[in-house]
């Protein structure tokens, strides 16, 4: 059983800089594409970024191009976004989530961390 555990979140003022952590346990870490939801109060989970199990294929949703960058590092088990200029409409608890190979829906969730940014 794979588990997920964000680390990261805070509060911080707008253009200011967070990252955030997400370790796995349970799995081989290296077999699993990874990703980073969101969710803003009254808003639907929203697709933030992902990353392909060799770490090479990324994506991200339009609104955080060039100011978000997700990583990993498959020795390590461990997941990274890291979030530059952000903004009081990134405030959101962020999840990372993870499937098995590329495909499919994203199985495994952990269990959030919020993040706060003031204007």
């Known amino acids: 059983q794979v588990q997920l555990v964000e680390s990261g979140g805070g509060l911080v003022q707008a253009g200011g800089s967070l990252r955030l952590t997400c370790t796995a346990s349970?799995?081989?870490?290296?077999?699993?594409?990874m990703a980073w939801f969101r969710q803003a109060p009254g808003k639907e989970r929203e697709f933030v970024a992902g990353i392909s199990l060799s770490g090479v294929n990324r994506s991200y949703v339009d609104s955080t191009k060039g100011r978000f960058t997700i990583s990993r590092d498959n020795a390590k088990n461990a997941m990274f976004l890291q979030m530059n200029s952000l903004r009081p409409e990134d405030t959101a608890v962020y999840y990372c989530?993870?499937?098995?190979?590329?495909?499919?829906?994203?199985?495994?969730w952990g269990q959030g961390t919020q993040v706060t940014v003031s204007a």
């Open positions: 349970g799995g081989t870490f290296m077999r699993y594409s």
């Open positions: 989530a993870s499937r098995l190979a590329n495909v499919g829906p994203y199985t495994y």
